[in-house]
């Protein structure tokens, strides 16, 4: 009895790598309906033995979690982590398609699991290029909330309100903050809203810059403006829909108010009084400029981000996060996504539940300070103690003022309109009309 | 040398099998790569589901707007001031190494580093030095000359580009001086001895007599920075002064529009950047034949 | 030519200072824990902070396995080292062929051959992805390997044609008419002469593959990381913190090794053979 099974491991073992390629759409299709249980899956990520994990590597703090966390405990489970460091997620969402476009399956790709939000998982979803609605049949889909009718579950089903239909996970949630510099800076001169910051700037030109689109967060800067002039007072409400629902007219009109500022903006920029505004490319470039003082305030996506600046010293000792815009605070979740073609689909399950444990969530909050992606309340009570001791603090502001001032991302497929719209009316000084140039977007972009 | 007996038609084959491999490499990889970009930017690009070959409209549009040729010549006026720079600087360092000084064994590894390491150190060093938060504007403060960073003269991420123009010197000056510093020892004394016996002062040597001599030298190694500083790539990329960009950060900026038609475009701006190199070849290989004509060789 | 004159000493220094003074703040940001502008020095040093840290900071992460930077080390000086053999042997035989026959097509062929040197790696790079995506080449060793022979073979052959042409054809029909076998003219003969173009040879493929950060950085992926590219990704926003300094330096040391090696193996007019002229 004992023989056979192990001549039988060793028959599979033999035989697995031909199987597997064959049997690859066979297992999602089986996974998919809910026909395969848990240790089926386990069995099958053991047998193709890796993943490709491919995520943003411009931190040094996610690195070694992953590399001392992540790959120790996938090993655990029989299956070698591959972490791929990349410096665009737009890259990976290119080489995904293309392998597509040249005929490579589920099975055949290169990678697994993808760190993903906004236009590139939209760009994803439209040209299916995703392994199908996986997310709520992982077994730790219990630590986030599902329920469509609890308000809270919104960014679990949408990401930039794009339905993300299970095809991708929540990992962490984040929230647009700014910082300011506590030796510089009087606590009541603060700005709370752009108004407010154009007339501090108008004080101290040249104190303040934000990244450039199209990193994503120059474009979040962006909308922020856009929500705080929508010309209806809506803020970010009309921008939850679909390129398809709204029209190009009617989206002119409303971001035009929130681009004109923006452009009024641009002289009272960084060296924007003489040889034009400077906007620095990614977070590591403002965060420089914080610490040098070139800057006064440090706007990007990062709750947590002055504790974490504090412990590697790219912060100034004496920043402080505060509210702006009031009310206007783009708030949002970032996921792990899994490709269309997959080379290691079980593999990339596992990886993907692993993700979501209140270990993995825990200590990735306590040792990056990238706030958790899964939902406090549906955990038990110890599990939520654990994630609460793991969180490394905020610096001058209370979770609920964070609550208070939050706002919804704007809806991925107009997310790149707008982004259209900035380079060409602010970067490039385009002299046609807000009108003219979002109709392009929708044009080009439509295509 | 006797004529070859062997059948030509062998001879011709076994050169063929030697001349193969390498045949290979240039013609389907960097011919290939140079044909499929052509094919593209003339709307050769199924993958994308756009297929309007032969389509001019994709040169029309690119060369018809003017930043285009901001960016152009943005692109030269960098290239040409950084190539001239290190000219300079590199022929006068070749001139001082060539005499005896004490140390001269130590110095000949220290002026060489930079040709041993990656563009990226250089631009490492440059962000580190010249930034409006870095060394040099901090020693500015130091000495009271301004207060704040914001004070300090912008010389990365400027639309002068001083600080990719920096870079470039700062790797190709012992680029030019090694490659002069190997003439000079090639062509020996002899003749700028004879002239000084004939009573020819320094600056008549070094104008009539030098100078000609490494020429050559001089403008092959000229041409081969310009060419590599037109196709760089790297340091505008992250000490350029943004929009308007030179075009290989133009070439890389469309590849990662979400705008996929912007690809095509892109592979445009890519076969722009080739039709210059060719250009830039095109005028050494004249200049070449014309200073061969000139020295009496053909 | 005599002595230097007080401006050429003059001179010499300040091209010194040019090269090797930005290394002095390298070397301090790399052991900063935080240094902010106007100090000269850091505020804090990361020994300080070392115990404290829950983390590694400056050279702890540099050195460790977290940063990539062994794996990049290893990439690069592997594949560097392979793209030179591969070189080397395929263009051995051609540059015989151009430095001793005569043939149709032959100005034609050394223009070809020459020109990888002129047109840039941006105007190749994006149409070769899109080749090795097809092959199934993209982000693969081999991939890699194959790409950064297109830059390294101008090198190789302009060296390699030069010892051909001074070897002659002269010396091996002289040992064969001595009695010499075929094997023997080769090892005694023709290897021995060729020698110090192949060293040089070899020296300038490795460094220039060493050095590609574009054609690297589009093929590999993010898969394949070598010390060009690991540097990039860290310095591409245009600022440089401590593990970048330090990546920055350990970058720099396969650069001096090279320096030595070269002034141990290569005369000057060689490095002008493969540049110049």
């Given at each position: 009895?004992?023989?056979?099974?192990?001549?039988?491991?060793?028959?599979?073992?033999?035989?697995?790598?031909?199987?597997?390629?064959?049997?690859?759409?066979?297992?999602?299709?089986?996974?998919?309906?809910?026909?395969?249980?848990?240790?089926?899956?386990?069995?099958?990520?053991?047998d193709e033995g890796e993943v490709n994990f491919y995520y943003w590597g411009g931190s040094d703090l996610l690195n070694v979690w992953v590399d001392s966390m992540a790959v120790p405990a996938l090993a655990t489970k029989g299956v070698t982590l591959n972490p791929i460091r990349i410096t665009s997620t737009k890259d990976v969402v290119d080489v995904i398609l293309a392998e597509k476009a040249a005929g490579k399956r589920l099975g055949d790709g290169s990678v697994d699991v993808l760190w993903v939000n906004g236009e590139n998982f939209a760009t994803l979803k439209v040209q299916d290029g995703l392994f199908g609605s996986f997310a709520q049949l992982l077994p730790t889909s219990a630590n986030i909330e599902w329920n469509a009718e609890d308000p809270r579950s919104l960014l679990n089903l949408r990401d930039f309100?794009?339905?993300?239909?299970?095809?991708?996970?929540?990992?962490?949630?984040?929230?647009?903050?700014?910082?300011?510099?506590?030796?510089?800076?009087?606590?009541?001169?603060?700005?709370?809203?752009?108004?407010?910051?154009?007339?501090?700037?108008?004080?101290?030109?040249?104190?303040?810059?934000?990244?450039?689109?199209?990193?994503?967060?120059?474009?979040?800067?962006?909308?922020?403006?856009?929500?705080?002039?929508?010309?209806?007072?809506?803020?970010?409400?009309?921008?939850?829909?679909?390129?398809?629902?709204?029209?190009?007219?009617?989206?002119?009109?409303?971001?035009?108010?929130?681009?004109?500022?923006?452009?009024?903006?641009?002289?009272?920029?960084?060296?924007?009084?003489?040889?034009?505004?400077?906007?620095?490319?990614?977070?590591?470039?403002?965060?420089?400029?914080?610490?040098?003082?070139?800057?006064?305030?440090?706007?990007?996506?990062?709750?947590?981000?002055?504790?974490?600046?504090?412990?590697?010293?790219?912060?100034?000792?004496?920043?402080?996060?505060?509210?702006?815009?009031?009310?206007?605070?783009?708030?949002?979740?970032?996921?792990?996504?899994?490709?269309?073609?997959?080379?290691?689909?079980?593999?990339?399950?596992?990886?993907?539940?692993?993700?979501?444990?209140?270990?993995?969530?825990?200590?990735?909050?306590?040792?990056?300070?990238?706030?958790?992606?899964?939902?406090?309340?549906?955990?038990?009570?110890?599990?939520?103690?654990?994630?609460?001791?793991?969180?490394?603090?905020?610096?001058?502001?209370?979770?609920?003022?964070?609550?208070?001032?939050?706002?919804?991302?704007?809806?991925?497929?107009?997310?790149?309109?707008?982004?259209?719209?900035?380079?060409?009316?602010?970067?490039?000084?385009?002299?046609?009309?807000?009108?003219?140039?979002?109709?392009?977007?929708?044009?080009?972009?439509?295509? | 040398?006797?004529?070859?007996?062997?059948?030509?038609?062998?001879?011709?084959?076994?050169?063929?099998?030697?001349?193969?491999?390498?045949?290979?490499?240039?013609?389907?990889?960097?011919?290939?790569?140079?044909?499929?970009?052509?094919?593209?930017?003339?709307?050769?690009?199924?993958?994308?589901?756009?297929?309007?070959?032969?389509?001019?409209?994709?040169?029309?549009?690119?060369?018809?707007?003017?930043?285009?040729?901001?960016?152009?010549?943005?692109?030269?006026?960098?290239?040409?001031?950084?190539?001239?720079?290190?000219?300079?600087?590199?022929?006068?360092?070749?001139?001082?190494?060539?005499?005896?000084?004490?140390?001269?064994?130590?110095?000949?590894?220290?002026?060489?580093?930079?040709?041993?390491?990656?563009?990226?150190?250089?631009?490492?060093?440059?962000?580190?030095?010249?930034?409006?938060?870095?060394?040099?504007?901090?020693?500015?403060?130091?000495?009271?000359?301004?207060?704040?960073?914001?004070?300090?003269?912008?010389?990365?991420?400027?639309?002068?580009?001083?600080?990719?123009?920096?870079?470039?010197?700062?790797?190709?000056?012992?680029?030019?001086?090694?490659?002069?510093?190997?003439?000079?020892?090639?062509?020996?004394?002899?003749?700028?001895?004879?002239?000084?016996?004939?009573?020819?002062?320094?600056?008549?040597?070094?104008?009539?007599?030098?100078?000609?001599?490494?020429?050559?030298?001089?403008?092959?190694?000229?041409?081969?920075?310009?060419?590599?500083?037109?196709?760089?790539?790297?340091?505008?990329?992250?000490?350029?002064?943004?929009?308007?960009?030179?075009?290989?950060?133009?070439?890389?900026?469309?590849?990662?529009?979400?705008?996929?038609?912007?690809?095509?475009?892109?592979?445009?701006?890519?076969?722009?950047?080739?039709?210059?190199?060719?250009?830039?070849?095109?005028?050494?290989?004249?200049?070449?034949?014309w200073q061969e004509r000139r020295m009496g060789r053909r | 030519m005599g002595r230097l004159s007080p401006f050429q000493k003059i001179y010499l220094f300040l091209i010194a200072g040019f090269i090797l003074g930005p290394f002095l703040p390298l070397i301090i940001q790399s052991f900063a824990f935080r240094w902010a502008w106007p100090d000269l020095l850091p505020g804090t040093w990361w020994l300080e902070q070392r115990e404290k840290s829950p983390i590694p900071l400056a050279w702890d992460y540099v050195l460790s396995p977290y940063s990539r930077i062994w794996e990049a080390t290893l990439n690069t000086v592997l594949i560097g080292g392979i793209v030179t053999a591969i070189c080397l042997a395929i263009c051995l035989p051609a540059a015989k062929v151009l430095a001793r026959d005569r043939f149709r097509g032959?100005?034609?062929?050394?223009?070809?051959?020459?020109?990888?040197?002129?047109?840039?790696?941006?105007?190749?790079?994006?149409?070769?992805?899109?080749?090795?995506?097809?092959?199934?080449?993209?982000?693969?060793?081999?991939?890699?390997?194959?790409?950064?022979?297109?830059?390294?073979?101008?090198?190789?052959?302009?060296?390699?044609?030069?010892?051909?042409?001074?070897?002659?054809?002269?010396?091996?029909?002289?040992?064969?008419?001595?009695?010499?076998?075929?094997?023997?003219?080769?090892?005694?003969?023709?290897?021995?002469?060729?020698?110090?173009?192949?060293?040089?040879?070899?020296?300038?493929?490795?460094?220039?593959?060493?050095?590609?950060?574009?054609?690297?950085?589009?093929?590999?992926?993010?898969?394949?990381?070598?010390?060009?590219?690991?540097?990039?990704?860290?310095?591409?926003?245009?600022?440089?913190?401590?593990?970048?300094?330090?990546?920055?330096?350990?970058?720099?040391?396969?650069?001096?090794?090279?320096?030595?090696?070269?002034?141990?193996?290569?005369?000057?007019?060689?490095?002008?053979?493969?540049?110049?002229?």
């Open positions: 009895m004992k023989r056979t099974v192990a001549l039988a491991g060793l028959l599979t073992l033999t035989t697995a790598p031909l199987a597997l390629a064959q049997d690859a759409a066979a297992f999602r299709d089986a996974f998919l309906a809910g026909e395969t249980g848990w240790p089926a899956v386990e069995a099958r990520a053991r309100g794009v339905e993300t239909g299970g095809a991708e996970m929540p990992w962490s949630g984040e929230q647009y903050v700014c910082a300011y510099n506590g030796d510089t800076v009087e606590e009541d001169a603060l700005p709370a809203t752009f108004d407010q910051l154009k007339a501090y700037l108008t004080e101290n030109p040249g104190r303040f810059t934000y990244v450039k689109p199209p990193h994503y967060l120059g474009n979040t800067f962006v909308q922020q403006a856009v929500y705080a002039f929508n010309p209806d007072g809506t803020g970010a409400e009309p921008f939850q829909q679909n390129r398809d629902d709204i029209a190009p007219e009617e989206l002119a009109r409303l971001i035009a108010p929130g681009l004109e500022y923006l452009k009024s903006l641009e002289p009272l920029l960084l060296n924007g009084s003489d040889s034009g505004a400077r906007y620095p490319e990614d977070p590591a470039a403002i965060d420089g400029m914080f610490l040098n003082g070139e800057v006064d305030f440090n706007c990007k996506f990062g709750i947590y981000a002055v504790s974490t600046g504090l412990s590697t010293g790219t912060y100034p000792e004496a920043a402080r996060e505060f509210i702006f815009p009031e009310k206007g605070m783009i708030k949002n979740k970032n996921y792990l996504a899994i490709p269309a073609n997959a080379p290691n689909p079980a593999a990339a399950l596992v990886l993907v539940d692993w993700m979501t444990t209140v270990d993995a969530q825990a200590t990735k909050l306590e040792a990056t300070g990238f706030p958790a992606g899964i939902d406090g309340w549906t955990l038990e009570l110890s599990d939520r103690a654990a994630l609460e001791s793991a969180s490394p603090g905020l610096i001058a502001l209370t979770e609920e003022d964070l609550e208070a001032n939050a706002v919804p991302d704007t809806n991925a497929t107009l997310v790149d309109v707008i982004e259209a719209v900035w380079l060409d009316y602010i970067e490039r000084d385009s002299t046609e009309g807000i009108e003219a140039l979002v109709q392009r977007a929708y044009e080009t972009l439509g295509q | 040398m006797p004529p070859t007996t062997s059948p030509d038609a062998r001879a011709r084959l076994w050169r063929a099998a030697q001349l193969a491999p390498v045949l290979s490499v240039l013609v389907l990889l960097f011919g290939g790569a140079l044909v499929l970009a052509l094919a593209q930017s003339l709307g050769f690009a199924p993958w994308f589901g756009v297929n309007t070959f032969p389509d001019p409209s994709y040169f029309g549009s690119l060369w018809g707007s003017a930043d285009f040729w901001v960016s152009l010549g943005l692109t030269l006026a960098y290239a040409l001031a950084a190539t001239g720079l290190a000219l300079i600087l590199g022929t006068a360092l070749a001139l001082a190494l060539v005499r005896a000084f004490r140390g001269q064994r130590l110095y000949k590894y220290i002026y060489k580093l930079p040709l041993m390491i990656p563009y990226t150190v250089g631009i490492a060093l440059a962000v580190l030095m010249l930034g409006n938060g870095g060394m040099v504007s901090r020693l500015a403060a130091f000495v009271g000359l301004i207060d704040s960073p914001g004070e300090f003269p912008r010389i990365l991420n400027t639309h002068y580009g001083w600080g990719i123009i920096a870079v470039y010197v700062w790797k190709q000056t012992p680029f030019v001086a090694l490659s002069v510093y190997a003439v000079l020892l090639g062509i020996g004394r002899d003749t700028s001895e004879a002239a000084a016996i004939l009573g020819a002062n320094r600056r008549q040597i070094f104008w009539r007599v030098t100078l000609p001599q490494i020429l050559p030298g001089i403008v092959s190694a000229a041409l081969i920075c310009f060419a590599f500083n037109v196709g760089a790539f790297e340091a505008p990329f992250i000490l350029g002064g943004g929009y308007p960009d030179t075009l290989p950060v133009v070439a890389w900026r469309y590849f990662n529009d979400a705008d996929y038609t912007l690809q095509i475009q892109g592979m445009a701006v890519v076969v722009s950047i080739a039709l210059v190199a060719g250009l830039i070849l095109f005028a050494w290989l004249a200049l070449y034949r | 032959k100005s034609l062929l050394e223009f070809g051959l020459s020109l990888p040197l002129i047109v840039p790696e941006t105007a190749i790079g994006i149409a070769l992805l899109m080749m090795f995506i097809r092959l199934g080449l993209a982000g693969t060793y081999t991939g890699i390997i194959i790409a950064h022979l297109i830059p390294t073979i101008p090198y190789m052959i302009r060296m390699l044609t030069s010892v051909w042409q001074g070897l002659g054809r002269e010396f091996e029909e002289q040992a064969m008419i001595l009695g010499a076998s075929r094997w023997q003219v080769l090892r005694l003969v023709t290897l021995p002469m060729l020698m110090p173009g192949v060293v040089a040879g070899a020296l300038f493929s490795f460094l220039v593959s060493t050095n590609i950060f574009l054609l690297t950085f589009l093929l590999g992926q993010g898969k394949i990381v070598t010390l060009p590219t690991l540097l990039f990704s860290k310095i591409s926003g245009g600022q440089i913190d401590a593990t970048g300094a330090g990546i920055a330096l350990i970058v720099t040391v396969p650069g001096i090794a090279m320096l030595l090696i070269s002034e141990r193996f290569l005369r000057e007019e060689a490095f002008g053979q493969g540049f110049g002229n």
